[in-house]
């Protein structure tokens, strides 16, 4: 087994320096070292985006990215993004739609929506539903999901407007 | 069951001061949820935890000839390998059958392999290390020495005398086998107008729960406890069965369970693995942990459905159906499950076809039977899939043989609303259904009449769109006939204890557990109508068998119906004994009190007497202050069991509006709808969620999702991306509505809800495919409905 590497990077607004196995998925090391539970894991291949993450701005599978890639990165997580109120809106959207059931897909399905949301003011209902197309979710059949992004976007613009 | 005796004649007892009942409010854990601060089991870790990981059998049917793991021993971090000979030292095996599933058998099934693997993926080491990466590494340095053996996988030939038999001990391949002829079906065929059957093929599929399989054991050895922390849908029945395989007291044995990622049924099973995970900390004494990987869910999880059932029915010109006759054939993989059986399903279907109609003539076999695959058992809605799916797709070539509507002739077979009480053919109780009320709901929400005109014009354009209906009951609130009568102890009632606080908040402890469904908020919208205390007040605690009643859990929709109606119970108690304590305080007559959002209120007048804050605050720490000889009791407990009927059966219908791309085979969901009858809703958001989702976990395997096996028993799309399941995009608009007929069976009058969606949905999809592709003279009986096979079906491939 290849020795731990050094690295350093900004996790929620946190400066973090650890020592990782290469092999160690930014998923497990935010999770097994930084005891960031709130990132889960469904099929660690990339494909459920229960592990999603921001990671220097974009979101990312964190299955899929080495925790030594995250190396002098800032890496956002869902406590991350709750304690700074930057989704407050779009999980109390969530909550009064009822819009997770077992709630183990929600912080990467609240990640992907706010993606979403940054780059589309306004977005249709299809719109929204491709764009979660990478996020399973087994308990809600997508529709009160997407009820709540409709009314996230609305609070939004409304706001805005 | 009359009205309570503090009821207002004229009013339900439901009728309460700022009820909650009926409210859409908002779950009270969402919040942790959201904020990903809830806890899971693959979240957790204890002091000392070894991380399990199993070497699993890579060949369907093998026997064990030597296992050498001095390699993986010694590797650094590696805590012990074990195997199936050594773990049967410390957990004894088990035989899934139940009694009154006459002649249901099994072989006894191991934690670990012991000797032979019996399906691809079974468990025939362990490897326990201190971290999960290098258990691993050690799992592929075990080195097995297998013989391989014959598989038996094709269900249809597993009874035939040159197929080997999986257990010899048995005889033979049948597990179960149930045989029902009720009126005069013979008759009933010779005397039809026409007569049409069809084979119908169900794929195999499971659950895919976004959390995987997880349990964390924690033998502490000083104590003499085991302690699991598990994601499971019945901790006092894994309490018991843990115990009595490890040689343990009861009382010896906690089960925890905190958030579940998702269940389904999937987690309400004893799995192999998972009792080896808490057999081997009891061994090493130390917590092991366990978290399945995506792949080994695939094989390990119970798997559903594989049935092939072969449907006739017999039907006048004038839309009268006479008779239902089904054979069903279904392989569940080398062994019964435990407790609960894999003979179930195959049960339920008989039970089930034909039930919403009038028709009484009804013959049917279910044969079960064992193959080396990966075993199956109960997932949401069992059964009702395949005999939903064969009664609507029967009514529906019905309809065509004589050329009627297809809305139409349900019409004329539904059993009508006033009918009740009544039974089916198979047996079944029925006390109150609303099959006509559904039907019309669901006909003219969807608009029926238009969307067959905007359909016939489309189909002129060469765009092939259908419409498909599905009519279906639904088994809930199951009292002991489901499994107790069969020696499983598994609890069918549920209990609920409520106790006053000192500063006047309530404390409910409820053995219904949580995955998702919403138990802990209707929980506390019940428990906060009976007292009269704002929601925000009571604080649910669930999921631990050292802190809660003892009770069944959550599973087959009971946790609304039975275990809301024991909370209804205790708050009630817990009311009158909060009156009993302020009318003492307040010197009046209790009788003349209420609780009206925490105070207590003159009756009628609602003028405010006194807070429970306060009340509580004199009981419990001036209790100096009240008159000799009067104790008060602010705690109270409540259980609830079903006695009448053996299941609340519930009804609903479905509607499916979908295109058919003749080209590519592709099907686009456009809409779906809805209408089904809970009884009272408690909670009109969490209800219309449980048939969402539940809808989508039926158009999943109607259309995507199939375990698919070659024939030497190999999974062949055992990951996330070969097998399909429902996405965002590919999902339609769920409309739903409702009908409400209670059952007077309890005060609340709550059925359940959580296999409604499931159901019913595939059926109305097959039949709207079939729908879409009547011009082309085809039928298509077999899900899931793959492009593939569209095609092959209009033999364009």
């Known amino acids: 087994m290849i020795a731990p590497v050094s690295i350093t990077l900004m996790v929620n607004d946190e400066h973090v320096n650890a020592h990782v196995s290469p092999r160690t998925h930014l998923a497990d090391f935010l999770r097994d070292h930084l005891g960031l539970t709130g990132t889960h894991l469904g099929c660690e291949h990339g494909v459920c985006g229960a592990c999603t993450v921001r990671l220097d701005g974009d979101i990312v599978r964190g299955c899929l990215v080495l925790a030594v890639q995250a190396d002098g990165a800032v890496v956002e997580t869902i406590e991350g993004l709750s304690d700074s109120g930057e989704i407050a809106d779009l999980q109390e959207a969530f909550r009064n739609r009822n819009a997770l059931q077992c709630g183990y897909c929600t912080p990467g399905m609240l990640i992907a929506v706010q993606e979403l949301l940054r780059q589309q003011s306004n977005p249709s209902r299809e719109t929204i539903r491709e764009h979660l197309s990478g996020n399973y979710c087994r308990c809600t059949g997508y529709h009160a999901i997407v009820d709540a992004v409709e009314a996230t976007v609305r609070a939004r613009n409304g706001a805005n407007a | 069951m009359s009205g309570s005796a503090d009821t207002p004649s004229g009013l339900s007892a439901l009728d309460r001061p700022n009820s909650y009942i009926g409210r859409a409010v908002p779950r009270p854990n969402l919040t942790r949820l959201m904020q990903g601060r809830g806890q899971y089991v693959s979240d957790m870790t204890l002091p000392r935890m070894g991380h399990v990981v199993y070497v699993r059998s890579p060949y369907a049917h093998a026997r064990i000839l030597g296992i050498d793991s001095t390699d993986a021993k010694a590797m650094p971090g590696v805590i012990a390998v074990v195997t199936g000979a050594e773990l049967a030292q410390v957990c004894t095996p088990w035989v899934g059958v139940l009694s009154h599933l006459k002649g249901l058998k099994s072989a006894p099934q191991y934690p670990i392999a012991v000797d032979r693997a019996c399906w691809q993926g079974e468990a025939v080491a362990a490897v326990i290390a201190t971290s999960r990466a290098i258990a691993e590494d050690a799992a592929e340095q075990v080195i097995v020495d297998y013989e391989e053996l014959e598989p038996v996988t094709d269900m249809r ?422 009156l009993a304590a302020a009318a003492t305080i307040l010197q009046a007559d209790p009788a003349t009190l209420d609780v009206v959002d925490g105070v207590v209120v003159d009756k009628g007048t609602t003028r405010q007497r006194i807070g429970l804050d306060e009340m509580a605050r004199i009981t419990y720490f001036r209790p100096d202050t009240l008159p000799p000889g009067f104790q008060a009791e602010l705690m109270a407990t409540r259980h609830f069991v079903p006695r009448q009927y053996p299941f609340a059966f519930t009804n609903g219908v479905q509607a499916s509006w979908l295109e058919v791309d003749i080209e590519t085979g592709f099907v686009t969901l456009l809409k779906h709808w809805v209408v089904e009858d809970c009884g009272t809703i408690i909670n009109p958001q969490l209800v219309d969620e449980q048939i969402r989702g539940g809808v989508v976990q039926g158009l999943g395997p109607a259309l995507y999702e199939h375990c698919r096996y070659d024939e030497s028993g190999q999974l062949t799309n055992g990951n996330m991306a070969d097998y399909l399941v429902p996405m965002a995009a590919e999902m339609p608009d769920i409309e739903v509505g409702h009908v409400v007929s209670p059952t007077l069976e309890t005060e609340l009058g709550a059925k359940g809800a959580g296999e409604a969606g499931t159901a019913g949905a595939a059926a109305a999809v097959a039949n709207a495919v079939n729908d879409a592709l009547s011009p082309f003279d085809v039928l298509i009986t077999e899900i899931p409905l793959t492009p593939e096979l569209i095609l092959k079906e209009l033999k364009r491939f």
């Open chain 2, 157 to 578: 030939t597993a009874l035939d005398p040159e197929t080997p038999v999986i257990h010899p001990d048995l005889g033979d391949n049948l597990a179960f086998e149930r045989k029902l002829d009720a009126g005069e079906v013979d008759r009933a065929f010779a005397e039809a107008d026409a007569v049409v059957d069809a084979e119908f093929v169900f794929g195999r599929h499971t659950g895919v729960t976004l959390e995987s399989r997880s349990v964390l054991a924690d033998w502490n050895a000083g104590e003499g406890r085991l302690t699991v922390y598990q994601g499971t849908q019945a901790p006092h029945m894994m309490q018991n069965i843990f115990a009595k395989h490890l040689s343990l007291e009861e009382a010896q044995v906690r089960v925890v369970c905190k958030d579940v990622g998702g269940s389904f049924g999937i987690k309400v099973h004893v799995y192999a693995d998972e009792m080896a995970t808490a057999a081997l900390s009891k061994l090493l004494r130390r917590p092991v942990k366990f978290v399945a990987d995506r792949i080994e869910s695939f094989a390990t999880d119970i798997h559903a459905r594989d049935h092939r059932c072969y449907g006739k029915i017999g039907v006048m010109k004038d839309g009268t159906i006479t008779a239902f006759e089904i054979d069903d054939l279904t392989g569940i993989g080398p062994y019964s499950m435990y407790p609960r059986t894999s003979a179930i399903e195959a049960n339920q279907v008989v039970n089930l076809v034909g039930g919403p109609y009038t028709a009484q003539n009804y013959r049917a076999r279910a044969r079960v039977v064992f193959q080396n695959k990966n075993v199956t058992c109960q997932y949401r809605a069992v059964g009702h899939p395949i005999a939903c799916s064969v009664t609507e797709g029967l009514v529906d070539l019905a309809a065509r043989a004589i050329g009627m509507d297809p809305a139409e002739i349900r019409r004329r077979n539904l059993i009508q609303d006033d009918a009740y009480p009544c039974g089916s053919p198979s047996g079944l109780k029925f006390e109150a259904l609303s099959h006509h009320a559904a039907l019309n709901k669901l006909l003219a929400m969807m608009n029926y009449d238009a969307l067959r005109v905007e359909q016939a014009e489309l189909r002129q354009r060469g765009i092939y769109r259908g419409i498909g209906l599905a009519s279906f009951i639904e088994v809930t609130n199951p009292s002991a006939a489901f499994y107790g009568v069969g020696g499983a102890r598994i609890s069918s009632q549920d209990g609920v204890t409520v106790r006053l606080d000192a500063t006047g908040s309530v404390t409910c402890q409820t053995s219904i557990t949580e995955q998702g469904q919403g138990s802990e908020a209707i929980t506390a919208q019940v428990v906060a109508t009976a007292i009269g205390v704002p929601m925000e007040r009571v604080r649910v605690i669930l999921g631990d068998t050292d802190n809660t009643p003892y009770g069944g859990g959550t599973w087959a929709s009971r946790a609304a119906g039975i275990g809301g109606e024991a909370a209804w119970q205790a708050g009630k108690a817990l009311r009158n004994n909060i």
